[in-house]
């Protein structure tokens, strides 16, 4: 199975701040990188697939960039609702496997 | 819109057995494939189980293989997960949640209901 990682395990942020949150594939898995957002119990919801491409509806501070084993998500200017954890997960192959997850915390 | 309603979760014994259920509305469920991705407390996301949009494939964790079994009534809008041999690592929020591709399998969960607890305690 892939092994995805992710770092850093938690983060703390300010309202206005730029976010970088990292996510590496054990392996090379093209562009087959997803990403998540999850709210205390709250289901996950899609952020971006294949690595940077935006879900409808996601507002544009969110972008994601990278291919083969490096990935990143970025956050342009932090909203009080982006305060959450975010998850990766590949979909190159089977079983698709998960991240361990960044909780982002205000600061 | 888009709706997957999880239900079925309880307390079980361990080597019990539950069945989970996930009603879908607002798309046509009968073209998508199907996944279980659970959720243990304080802990990440783990996925489950896949079933193709009209059943001819299924993929399980290794984790729970020989012992969930993922199935689908496309009649009914309805998906499930049989749970067996239940044990205490069983013990999670369990999501049902639709993949991206229309008769296909991309491994890309676009829509989550909003899951149900088991768990599995003596």
């Known amino acids: 199975d892939i092994q995805m990682t992710q770092s850093p395990s938690s983060l703390s942020a300010s309202v206005g701040d730029r976010v970088t949150i990292t996510c590496r594939a054990s392996q090379s898995i093209s562009s087959y990188l997803n990403w998540y957002q999850q709210k205390p119990g709250k289901a996950p919801k899609l952020l971006i697939s294949t690595a940077s491409s935006l879900q409808s509806g996601v507002p544009s501070r969110f972008s994601g960039s990278g291919s083969g084993t490096d990935f990143t998500l970025t956050i342009s200017s932090l909203q009080p609702e982006d305060f959450a954890t975010y998850c990766c997960q590949q979909s190159y192959s089977n079983p698709p496997t998960f991240g361990q997850g960044t909780r982002l915390e205000m600061k | 819109q888009v709706q997957l309603v999880e239900s079925g979760g309880g307390v079980v014994q361990p080597g019990g057995s539950l069945r989970l259920s996930c009603a879908a509305s607002?798309?046509?469920?009968?073209?998508?494939?199907m996944h279980w991705v659970r959720q243990a407390p304080g802990k990440g996301l783990e996925w489950v189980a896949f079933?193709?949009?009209?059943?001819?494939?299924?993929y399980y964790a290794d984790s729970v293989k020989g012992r969930f079994t993922i199935s689908r009534d496309n009649s009914k809008n309805t998906l499930y997960l049989q749970m067996n041999s239940l044990r205490a690592e069983d013990t999670a929020v369990y999501y049902c949640?639709?993949?991206?591709?229309?008769?296909?399998?991309?491994?890309?969960?676009?829509?989550w209901g909003q899951g149900t607890l088991v768990t599995v305690s003596s």
């Open positions: 607002g798309f046509t469920f009968s073209s998508y494939g």
């Open positions: 079933i193709r949009y009209d059943g001819s494939n299924k």
């Open positions: 949640a639709k993949d991206v591709g229309i008769y296909g399998d991309y491994g890309v969960l676009d829509y």
